[in-house]
Structures are given as structure tokens and as C-alpha cells.
């Protein structure tokens, strides 16, 4: 048996620009809400892609579609009543094609840890499952 174990690049440069891809992914993630943009969420998060996480103490489930009519009819949007920016990467852990994201995020009045499950598509990061919890 002749097998060898191929020489493996450094995985912190080869994810760095998966890094960055989805680091963009949750800017744009962020600032959908942040301007009440439905076609932001769409770009953002895959078409199959579910919402879910307890608000009010009630299980709360949501398609893509049904999350960007919630975050399109917050009007005025945050941004034009100047609300304050929370956002925060706590934790990136990239797998293959596949990246776990939490977010710490202030939305409606509210601050949120997101747990954001990236998929790899055609070269493009988008969320294929977001976990919220409400932390204040």
C-alpha cells in the first residue's frame, strides 16, 4: 500500500475568503432588517431557508417569504428612526461548504443571539437555517 496523506494548505488562509463571503452574508443579513428590505432578505437567506425562535414565549416559525413581509413592514425602517447599530460576530466555524454563524444583533426594540447556518452555493454563502434567541 502506497498511500500518502496530501499536504494540507494552512485552513486559516484557505477559509479566509469564505470568511469574508460570509461575513458579508451577515451584513447583508443585518441590514435587511436594519432597512426593512424584503429583497435583502431573499438575496440573504436561501430560498428554503426557515426562521425560527421563541419571541413572547411562543414558538415562532417562519419562511423566507413570510420574514420578509415581517421585516418589510417595520416603517419607519430603524435606519430612518436612527436607531442605534448592534451587530457583533460572536463565533464563525467554517466546515467545507458548510459555516455556523452567531450573531449578536439589536432588531425591534430587542437584543438577539442568531445562530446563522450557512450554506456554500454556487460559490455564493447564503443562510440556510437562522435560530434566534432574545436575550433583552
Known amino acids: 500500500l502506497n498511500a500518502t496523506i496530501p499536504e494540507?494548505?494552512?485552513?486559516?488562509?484557505?477559509?479566509?475568503?469564505?470568511?469574508?463571503?460570509?461575513?458579508?452574508?451577515?451584513?447583508?443579513?443585518f441590514d435587511s432588517m436594519y432597512e426593512s428590505s424584503p429583497d435583502k432578505v431573499r438575496k440573504a437567506f436561501h430560498a428554503d431557508a426557515k426562521i425560527t425562535g421563541y419571541l413572547q414565549g411562543r414558538?415562532?416559525?417562519?419562511?423566507?417569504?413570510?420574514f420578509a413581509s415581517?421585516?418589510?413592514s417595520q416603517q419607519p425602517s430603524p435606519k430612518d428612526k436612527g436607531e442605534e447599530i448592534?451587530?457583533?460576530?460572536?463565533?464563525?466555524?467554517?466546515?467545507?461548504?458548510?459555516a455556523s454563524v452567531r450573531v449578536r444583533d439589536g432588531y425591534i426594540g430587542l437584543t438577539f443571539l442568531d445562530t446563522l447556518s450557512f450554506l456554500k452555493v454556487d460559490d455564493e454563502w447564503v443562510i440556510y437555517n437562522k435560530?434566534?434567541?432574545v436575550e433583552s
Open 8 to 29: 494540507e494548505k494552512d485552513p486559516l488562509e484557505l477559509n479566509m475568503e469564505d470568511k469574508q463571503k460570509i461575513e458579508s452574508g451577515v451584513q447583508l443579513y
Open 59 to 66: 414558538l415562532s416559525e417562519m419562511s423566507v417569504e413570510d
Open 70 to 72: 415581517f421585516v418589510e
Open 86 to 98: 448592534l451587530l457583533e460576530i460572536v463565533s464563525c466555524d467554517i466546515s467545507g461548504s458548510t
Open 131 to 133: 435560530l434566534f434567541h
